[in-house]
C-alpha cells in the first residue's frame, strides 16, 4: 500500500495557496488499450507533453483491441474503490460512467479553454452528460476505411474498387494469385467493426441510423439487413485459415508485409503502417469501404477523469487540458491515424489519408451522414453492442445463415433492451 498523506498535504497547501485546483500530489495513473505499435508510438507523443509539464504518469495499458478487456479491468477497480485518475473510453460507456457519479467535473477547465466552441456537437453528446464535462475528447477515429497493399494491388492490376462489384471482383484476383485477399482477426469486435462498414454499404444511412440507432426491428430483420450477412458471408470466405483470435494489428502486418492484399479497419490501422515506416500513396492506400463513400461511422477516444473524491485535481485538469491543445491534437493524430477532435485543427502536418479524414468527418457532419459506430459503442449502450456482436459473430463463424441471422439479431436486440 503506497502512501501519498504527506506529498498530498504539500501539494494541497501549495495549489490553495496559489488559487488553482487541488492536487492529488502523485501525478496520473491512465488505464488504456494503446498497446500495438502504433498506439504505443501516438500515446508516448502524450505522456512526454504532459511529462514536460511535470505531472508524472503511471501507466497502466490493458492489451486487447477496442477495450473489452481495459473495461473488465476498470469495472474491477471502481468496485475496489481504487478507480484510476483517467481512464480511455467510448461513445456509451462514458455516458454510463457519468450516471453513475463515478466521474469527476471538467466545467471550469472547459469553460477556461472554450471547449463548447470547438469540439464537434458529435462528440459532446459522449463528452458532456447533463451539462457537465466529464472528459476530454482525444481524437475522432472512423471504421468504414479499407487498407490495402500498393503493390500487391497494382502487381495485379487491381485499381480502387468503387462498388462492391469491384470489391468483389478484387478478391477474386487475388484469390487466383494466391495472396490471401483479406487480412482478418476472429475477434468478435472486428467482425462488427467490419459490419459497420458492410451494414452501411447495403442499409445506406437512414437503415443505419434505423437499425443500429433506433433499434427498429423492421429495419434488423429486413432483406437489406440479410444482404450484409451475405457479404459477411463472402468477406469470410476471403480470410486466411488461421483468422481466428488474431489480434488487429498482426491482420495489418499482413497487408504491410504484402501477405494480404486489405484489411478493413478503423483508422488506427494506418499508425501501424506508419510505425513501419510505410507512406500512403506509395506502400499503401487507404480508401472508404465501397458504397459508404459519403458516409462516417466514427468512434472517438476520450479520457475520463475519474472522481477521486473531491473536486478535479490540479493532475487531472492539467491532462485535460493538454489533450486539448490544439498542438498536440495535431501531433497525437498525425501519429495515431485518427483526426482532431477539436474542428480549428490545421491539417497542414497530416498525410493524404489524415486530411481525406478530416475533409471526410466535416463534410459528413454537414451533409448529416456522420453516424456512431455500433462496432465502438457509439450507437447504443455496451448490452445491445454485446448482444449484435454475439450475432455478427456467430454468422461469421457459420454458425447459421443469413437468414437466421437477421432473426437472431431482432431477437438478441429485443432482449438486450
Ligand atoms: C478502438 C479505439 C482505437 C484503437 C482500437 C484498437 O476502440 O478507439 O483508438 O485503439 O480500438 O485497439
Known sequence: MRSYMKTTAMALALTVAAGVAKADGHGVEVLHWWTSGGEAAALNVLKEDLEGQGVSWTDMPVAGGGGEQAMTVLRARVTAG????????????????????????????????????????ALQQFAKVNGVWVSAPVNVHSTNWVWANKSVLDANGIAVPETWEDFTAALETLAAAGVTPIAHGGQPWQEATVF?????????PDGYQAAFVDLDPEVLGSDAMREAFDRMAVIRANVDENFSGR????????????????????????????????????????????????????????????????????????????????????????????????????????????????????????????????AHGHANEAAVKNAMYDVITAHFNGEYDSETAVEELVLAVEIAQ
Open 82 to 121: 481504487n478507480a484510476p485518475t483517467a481512464v480511455q473510453g467510448l461513445g456509451f460507456d462514458i455516458i454510463d460512467w457519468a450516471n453513475q457519479g463515478a466521474l469527476a467535473n471538467l466545467n471550469d477547465v472547459a469553460a477556461a479553454e472554450g471547449w463548447d466552441d470547438v469540439v464537434p456537437a
Open 196 to 204: 459497420d462498414a458492410v451494414a452501411m454499404s447495403t442499409l445506406g
Open 247 to 374: 489480434d488487429w494489428n498482426l491482420a495489418t502486418a499482413m497487408v504491410i508485409n504484402g501477405e494480404a492484399g486489405f484489411q478493413m479497419m478503423g483508422d488506427w490501422a494506418k499508425g501501424e503502417f506508419l510505425n513501419a515506416g510505410q507512406t500512403p500513396g506509395e506502400d499503401f492506400l487507404c480508401f472508404r469501404f465501397p458504397g459508404t463513400q459519403d458516409q462516417v461511422t466514427f468512434n472517438a477516444d476520450q479520457f475520463m477523469m475519474f472522481d477521486q473524491g473531491g473536486s478535479v485535481s490540479s493532475e487531472q485538469a492539467a491532462l485535460a487540458s493538454a489533450i486539448l491543445s490544439p498542438s498536440f491534437q495535431s501531433a497525437f493524430n498525425v501519429v495515431k491515424g485518427s483526426v482532431p477532435a477539436r474542428t480549428d485543427v490545421s491539417d497542414a502536418d497530416f498525410d493524404a489519408c489524415g486530411r481525406q479524414g478530416i475533409a471526410d468527418l466535416a463534410a459528413a457532419a454537414e451533409s448529416g451522414n456522420l453516424f456512431g459506430s455500433m
